[in-house]
């Protein structure tokens, strides 16, 4: 059999090593349009920064490594031009002679990844952008030029990676981000922890603006500012390259990415496409989306080798699981966000908890915020989002696990997960998100968003703070009274007979409070996630805090 791969790095070799591992006879050629066909381009913004020091660490395989493991015939600055399905053959054109030929195959697999998306903007050829070696090259000669301003259009992954390396060697930074917050995964409340940690290492962020223009040495925006960029990054996203499949007539998706079966064929039983330019399938509705991520890629890869050698295959479906170093923070997500559950009319139930990411009483424990959206009614769970120092990375990643498993939110509380001092907590971060989904569902208590303060302000509601006196004074919601906890009982005549909403630091306070008052009759509701939660939201930039 004859296979030909149309890209290769995650998702074009995946495919093409376990093909090879699936058939020792087959022929396989993989075309590559740059001159690299195996790196981690995941690992480039941090060559930019000088955290990975040499070129070479970025650079996995080459085609002479790959013929002597696998016996493959790697083509590098090889271009599909065009696909002839009736004959089953690839128009290619070799870039370094020059020249052009046919390929003929048995299956052929698209694996042509995304491209960076280029707005029609005055002076936009002056900008880089960064998905390939040869792009990290052109980016890193820029920096070695040593420029004094650098601006980064765009605030999701990329470039807020890019900020913090560019920062690390010294380059005044600015992003430019069209929507009011970094990091689109994010909810607006998690969102906004990471701007702060942003501005605290100089990144100026200018958040709900647009270029306009860009020019030899700044970038003009809508409000009219003008911001020094002796070096511009395009950061704004990326979209699947397509044109080769759509010039071939192959359908695309809804999502704009190539259509493709659960065995990952396209409309052409004999093609298949994989990566970046393929429409993967939601793993909450099963929906047709886009998740450029390299573990999908790869897994991808490995399905469609399997497929073609009769094996049996599982469907992959994607939950975009995806984790990012902001500076000191580790920020991750997983599933669906709040804004996406809205905009599909999804009820859901967030809980968000503030814990340590181990044992608070052994040395270094280190705050985190998590985040988990479940449904109301079954107790599935939509999303989570994390952000701290240390042990973020887990969290998430159990709760992923759990997503996939389809575990229930009060499942988690029954997880049997490590515990040592050092490590975690008896009850573990993950536990607690099941202890008080356990708690709402079952309508033991009652709780409150964030965002929800103040219509129920407008509404009467009266706020009380059971935090002690020394922690009301560093800072509180607007209208609230301070009742500590431990003087509750003492104080509740105090209370006037409307709606209830308590709040302590993070949540756990107040579950007793609110607990308490509704056994004396009150309808108390907490505040969930607590004054932090509230503090990091966007509800508190509206308010002049007190203390």
Known sequence: MKIVIVGGVAGGMSAATRLRRLDESAEIIVLERSAHVSYANCGLPYFV?????????????????????????????????????????????????????????????LSPGASAVIPPLPGIERALTLRTVEDVERIVREVDRFPTSAVIIGGGFIGVEVAENLVRR???????????????????EMASIVALEMRKHGVVLHLGETVTAITSDAVSLASGEQLAAEMVVLAIGVRPETSLAKAAGLAIGQSGGIRVDRFNRTSDQSIYAIGDAAEKHDALDASSTLV??????????????????????????????????????????????????????????????????????????????LKILIDPRSGAI??????????????????????????????????????????????????????????????????????????????????????????????????????????????????DDVDIVVNCEVGQRGHIAAMFLNELGHRALNLDGGYRTWHDSPAAATFELVG
Request: aromatic share 6%.
């Open 170 to 188: 010294g380059i005044r930074t600015a992003i430019v981000e069209a929507t009011p917050q970094l990091l689109a995964p994010l909810d607006p």
């Open 49 to 109: 920064g000088g955290v990975i020091e040499e070129e070479d660490a970025l650079l996995l395989e080459t085609p002479a490594t790959l013929h002597d493991r696998f016996r493959l015939d790697v083509r590098v600055r090889s271009e599909a031009l065009t696909i002839n399905r009736d004959e089953r053959c690839v128009n290619v054109k070799d870039w370094t002679s020059g020249s052009h030929y046919e390929l003929s195959y048995d299956k052929l697999i």
């Open 382 to 495: 939509l999303g989570a989002q994390g952000i701290g120092t240390e042990g973020v990375d887990k969290r998430i990643d159990v709760l992923a696990t759990a997503i996939r498993a389809g575990l229930t939110a009060p499942e988690l509380a029954d997880l049997e997960l490590a515990y040592a001092p050092p490590f975690g907590s008896a009850k573990d971060p993950v536990n607690m998100l099941g202890y008080i989904a356990e708690n709402l569902l079952s309508g033991l208590v009652e709780s409150v968003q964030w965002s929800e303060v103040d219509s129920l302000r407008v509404q009467g509601a009266q706020f009380v703070d059971v935090r002690t006196a020394e922690e009301f004074a560093r800072g509180s919601l607007p209208g609230t009274i301070n009742i500590p906890i431990d003087q509750l009982r003492e104080r509740v005549r105090e209370l």
């Open 292 to 369: 450029p991520l390299a573990n999908i890629a790869n897994r991808q890869g490995r399905v469609v080798a399997d497929h073609i050698n009769g094996r049996r295959v599982r469907t992959v479906a994607a939950l975009g699981t995806a984790i990012v170093k902001v500076f000191d923070l580790v920020v991750a997500t997983t599933g669906w966000n709040e804004k996406r559950l809205v905009s599909r009319g999804r009820e859901l139930l967030a809980i968000h908890t503030h814990p340590k990411s181990h044992a608070g009483y052994y040395p270094h424990a280190e705050p985190m915020s």
